[in-house]
Structures are given as C-alpha cells and as structure tokens.
C-alpha cells in the first residue's frame, strides 16, 4: 500500500514577522547623550566632528528634529570651547584648572555651558538635572555633585539667572526633568583624570552602564 499524499496549499503565505519599533527617537535626553558621546569621541579619539558624531548617531533611531538638536550642540561646543572655559574655570575649586578634571566632566560642563549661554529658549532647569545625569553615568561618584555645583554658579553669571518661566516645549517631557537630591556645593573639587596620550579611536569604548559605544 502506498503512503498517503500530503496535499501542500502553495499559496499559503508565511507568518507575518513581528514589527520591530523602529519610530525615531525625539527624546532630547538621548540627544544630549549622542552630543556628549560625539563630543568625547572628538577629545579623546581624534576624530573629525562629522566622523564622531556619525559613529555616535549610528546606535540610535534618531528622529530629524533630535539629529539637528545634536548638530546644534556639538557645533556649538566645538566653535565656543575657548569662551565656554573662560565662563568655567574660575567656577573650580582653588588650584584647579580645566586640564586637570576628567574628560568626561569636562565634555558634560561644556554642553551644558553652551545651553546656558547660547539656547536662551532651553530652561536651565532642564540644562543642569540633564548635566548631572549625565555626569553620574559617565563619570566618577563624585561627578554629578561636582557638575551640579558648577553649573548652579555658572547660572546665577548667566542671562538665565532669574528664569521663571514654565517648561512650554513639547518635546521635553516632564520624566526628563530631574529633580537635584542635592545643594550645589561651590568648593566641591573636581575629579582628576589623566588623559592618555597615545589612546587611537579603534582601542576605547565609552563607558555608559558598562555598554561599549
């Protein structure tokens, strides 16, 4: 006896694939991380602005609005870095100079710095809590309070001094806000990194919860 055919229906079509949400980001907290991680790229690596910020855009889905925010900032920081250390460095504690700081903190105080100076429209409110979280992933336990400090007295020089005015942009949304769990500290000293000289773009990784850029 024969075994019985299997009929195949041939137009059966596949199982659809799950959709995979691939919706561009607008989120300006990620923005600030691309800007920052751009930025440390172009310190540390030697990179060209566009290479840095090329290789830092490419992990992310980023909306057009958050690309051009990066660009902003990143341009920003690297066209005003000399003005941005001259506002900084007398916010240090005595003896301590830009130089000495790690990079990281250094990178996190120039974005913001820029905020501050030069997007009268951002609240500093957003600029610092954003600054310091920033700061306690990227840099030391001490980090955050030392960016915090700064950043609170680079405020009070500031045309933003005696800003009042609600958050009105849409595209921060309240989560992103966050509220500083600590006073700023004027004499907080800063953390001292050395910089490695002979570090190349291919052999260092960006520290962000242990991930690798």
Known sequence: MSAPRLSVN???????????DITPSNSRRLAREVAYQSLYMAKI????????????????????????FITNLVTGV???????????????????????IAVSDHVILHIAAYELLHLPDMPPK?????????????????????????????????PKSNWEAPIVDDSIPESEVIELDFAPDPDE???????EESVTAGS????????PI
């Open 10 to 20: 041939s137009s059966r079509k596949p199982p659809p694939m799950p959709e995979t």
């Open 45 to 68: 690596g030697g990179l060209s602005q566009t290479e840095a910020q090329q290789i830092a855009e490419s992990r992310h889905t980023l909306s057009a609005d958050s690309k051009e």
């Open 78 to 100: 690297i066209a005003e870095h000399e003005a941005l250390d001259q506002q900084l460095e007398p916010l240090l504690a005595e003896g301590w100079t830009l130089s000495r």
């Open 126 to 158: 957003v600029t610092i809590s954003q600054a310091v979280d920033l700061a306690k992933r990227f840099g030391s336990a001490e980090s955050g309070r030392f960016v915090n400090g700064v950043l609170a007295n680079l405020l009070v020089q500031s």
């Open 189 to 195: 000293e800063p953390t001292e990194e050395p910089i």
């Open 204 to 211: 260092w990784v960006i520290k962000r919860d242990d991930e």
